[in-house]
């Protein structure tokens, strides 16, 4: 069964700091994968996703994330962050039904 | 933001007592989903629908039913709730399968269980 795994659980940063969330998934066949973020005491929004192409990803607010198949991976990316960016995001794979998997969530803190 | 109702949108409630979610949604998506989330373990999906009456389990669908006799309501019931079923419950919504393309989600019910 698909599985992901978001390693980071809470991660402070400051303001103008680069940012890496790390996510890994299991399954090895063709995925979709997302990238959701939750503003504190918000619903979750899409921030992006990739279906095929490039693997380099390019979402809103400056977000970017890279597919890595080898690795399983696709981790989020911001060159500089922003107290707005605090939030918690989360990683989702689709699994073999075509359901989608979240991975535990990563919650970023960024300090002015 | 997608037109998604969830209601109510915090409820308390004693062990053992039957709770129902209400789920509306006005872009007349084929699918429609519950998540619960909880501290460490993220969103996790309870069960999903992908046409009126057809719904289907998914990872901790235990000790929770659904019900879809229109493409804008999905209702969650908790049969006789229990602690462990305190929790932030999510509805989402997609045009295809959530593998397929993104989900658009409520504002979320905050459920306590006495």
């Known amino acids: 069964a698909q599985s992901v795994s978001q390693h980071n659980h809470h991660v402070i940063l400051s303001e103008a700091a680069s940012l890496e969330l790390g996510c890994n998934y299991s399954y090895g066949g063709t995925v979709n994968l997302f990238w959701y973020v939750q503003y504190p005491g918000q619903h979750l929004q899409l921030l992006l996703k990739y279906f095929s192409g490039d693997p380099l990803v390019k979402g809103i607010k400056g977000f970017e994330a890279e597919f890595i198949k080898s690795k399983f991976s696709f981790n989020l990316r911001k060159p500089s962050v922003q107290w707005s960016d605090t939030a918690e995001y989360f990683c989702?794979?689709?699994?073999?039904?075509?359901?989608?998997?979240f991975g535990q969530g990563t919650e970023l803190s960024v300090k002015p | 933001d997608a037109g998604i109702t969830q209601s109510p949108r915090h409820k308390v409630t004693e062990t053992g007592t039957p709770v129902t979610l209400r789920c509306h949604q006005t872009e007349n998506h084929r699918y429609m989903y519950w998540y619960r989330q909880d501290p460490g373990h993220g969103l996790r999906l309870i069960h999903y629908?992908?046409?009126?009456?057809?719904?289907d389990k998914g990872e901790v669908s235990d000790g929770y039913s659904v019900s879809r006799s229109k493409t804008e309501d999905f209702l969650l019931t908790l049969e006789s709730a229990t602690s462990s079923q305190t929790s932030v419950y999510f509805c989402a919504i997609s045009e295809r399968s959530s593998g397929d393309s993104p989900l658009h989600f409520g504002n979320g019910t905050r459920l306590t269980v006495t």
């Open positions: 989702a794979v689709n699994d073999q039904g075509g359901k989608l998997i």
């Open positions: 629908s992908y046409g009126v009456k057809d719904t």
